[in-house]
T-cell receptor, first 111, second 115 residues
Framework: KQEVTQIPAALSVPEGENLVLNCSFT??????LQWFRQDPGKGLTSLLL?????REQTSGRLNASLDKSSGRSTLYIAASQPGDSATYLC??????????FGAGTRLFVKA | NAGVMQNPRHLVRRRGQEARLRCSPM?????VYWYRQLPEEGLKFMVY????????ESGMPKERFSAEFPKEGPSILRIQQVVRGDSAAYFC?????????????FGDGTRLSIL
């Protein structure tokens, strides 16, 4: 059974700091992995989608990596800003119709 | 607005009443997914529908919950005889096709509160 764990559960950093969010999964048989951002009272915004055959994806200040052999993905945020404060969710598609989500990391960037 | 539209945004019901949550997918999308999010938890898959068909409802409780996606109109998630434990945020997502490399686009959710 696929399980997705995100560490840390919460993170508070000063503005300008580079940071890494971690996602681990138990079954390496995945189709893709997606990182989402969720703002309070809002839905999910897709940040990056990494296909199974890819190692990383980049968008602006964000870089996501995927290492299937170790069951890990990281989301790297460069030069963090207060506007980056949100909950970040890692989600796996294992080839079926279900997407399996982690519980998220709540990020707070202090001005 | 071409995004996934959910309504209502907030819904309050008393125990025993019925709750109906609506989802209009993005234009051109014929695949709809419903998820439930409990406080401090990630999203949990409930059901996947295409027009007029339920494809996978393995995440949906066997009793009181039902979902439909008619040929015309939005997808509906229906909860009968609600209980306190049904209080959660319910999210709908849509995609263009069933290919697993297509990202799902999410609505802003319906927050259901049971008194």
């Amino acid at each position: 059974k696929q399980e997705v764990t995100q560490i840390p559960a919460a993170l508070s950093v000063p503005e300008g700091e580079n940071l890494v969010l971690n996602c681990s999964f138990t079954d390496s048989a995945i189709y893709n992995l997606q990182w989402f951002r969720q703002d309070p009272g809002k839905g999910l915004t897709s940040l990056l989608l990494i296909q199974s055959s890819q190692r990383e994806q980049t968008s602006g200040r964000l870089n996501a990596s995927l290492d299937k052999s170790s069951g890990r993905s990281t989301l790297y945020i460069a030069a963090s800003q207060p506007g980056d404060s949100a909950t970040y969710l890692c989600a796996l598609n294992t080839g079926g119709f279900k997407t399996i989500f982690g519980a998220g990391t709540r990020l707070f960037v202090k001005a | 607005n071409a995004g996934v539209m959910q309504n209502p945004r907030h819904l309050v019901r008393r125990r025993g009443q019925e709750a109906r949550l609506r989802c209009s997918p993005m234009k051109g999308h014929s695949h709809v997914y419903w998820y439930r999010q409990l406080p401090e938890e990630g999203l949990k898959f409930m059901v996947y529908l295409q027009k007029e068909n339920i494809i996978d409802e393995s995440g949906m409780p066997k009793e009181r919950f039902s979902a439909e996606f008619p040929k015309e109109g939005p997808s509906i998630l229906r909860i009968q005889q609600v209980v306190r434990g049904d209080s959660a945020a319910y999210f709908c997502a849509s995609s263009m096709d069933r290919e697993t490399n297509q990202p799902q686009h999410f609505g802003d959710g319906t927050r259901l509160s049971i008194l």
